[in-house]
């Protein structure tokens, strides 16, 4: 079996990220996961085949640990668990140092580029994903 390749994407928590409890809104993290995500693919995808194919979320989930604040250093962990025909399954955790703040899971459809229609992944859009 492959292992997944992490991808580790940093976060600095700003006043913005705030709810009036004062830690990061929940609408937030999912901003946050959301540029990991993008930031993954253009980083490691085929760069033609990132041009190719665009991402929309047909599902997310997400676990919170604990809260994060203002000026909060965080680390984005993400990567793809597969690509399976147009869906693409990818976690993520964030953490403050050696806390985890947030456990999620998006599933992701792929379209291409031009028509916006869902697209059926090739595969070798796997190979740079996993060891």
């Known amino acids: 079996m492959k292992t997944p390749v992490k991808y580790h994407h940093p976060v600095l928590v700003k ?15 999912f901003t946050y996961l959301q540029e990991a995500a993008i930031a993954h693919w253009y980083s490691t995808a085929d760069p033609q085949l990132a041009e190719a194919i ?36 990818r976690f993520y955790e964030i953490r403050r140092g050696t806390d ?16 916006m229609r869902p697209k059926r992944l090739p595969e070798e859009v796997s190979v740079p994903f996993f060891e």
């Open 54 to 89: 665009r991402w929309v979320v047909k599902r997310h989930e997400i676990e919170y640990h604990k809260a994060a604040f203002e000026h909060d250093e965080l680390i984005i962990t993400t990567w793809v668990n597969d690509f399976t025909g147009v869906t693409s399954n």
């Open 15 to 29: 006043s913005s990220d705030l709810d009036e409890l004062n830690h990061v809104n929940n609408v937030v993290y």
């Open 100 to 115: 985890l703040i947030v456990t999620a899971r998006t599933v992701w459809v792929a379209l291409d580029a031009v028509t």
